[in-house]
């Protein structure tokens, strides 16, 4: 469980600092983490413009299948049993993650 927790929050960072902040050392990724009753919940924030998770073409389609990135959201949404982007109150992306024990 801690690998797919673990894989599961370095590639939502990584896609906020890339895809969301653009790299802009400016721009801050903020992570957090509560115990809930029914397991742990991670939240990560960038503060990009965001984007749509359906516009992001499926990996496991034929011509994606020898790529060397794009699997990020397919990883987090295979390691973790709930994943939810919204847009955050003064900008920027939230991904909300939850693991059940």
Do not use: C
């Not at 390691?79 to 693991?99: C, P, Q, R």
Request: net charge negative; glycine share 10%; charged share 30%.
């Amino acid at each position: 469980m801690i690998f797919a927790i673990d894989l599961a929050v370095r590639e939502s960072v990584a896609n906020a600092i890339k895809h969301g902040n653009k790299f802009d050392g400016s721009k801050v990724v903020e992570v957090t983490l509560d115990q809930t009753s029914v397991g742990v919940e991670i939240k990560v924030r960038d503060y990009g413009s965001g984007f749509r998770p359906e516009d992001i073409p499926d990996p496991t389609d034929r011509e994606n299948l020898l790529k060397a990135n794009g699997r990020g959201i397919l990883f987090m949404r295979s390691f973790m049993d709930e994943v939810e982007w919204s847009n955050a109150d003064g900008g920027g992306l939230i991904v909300t993650m939850v693991k059940k024990r």
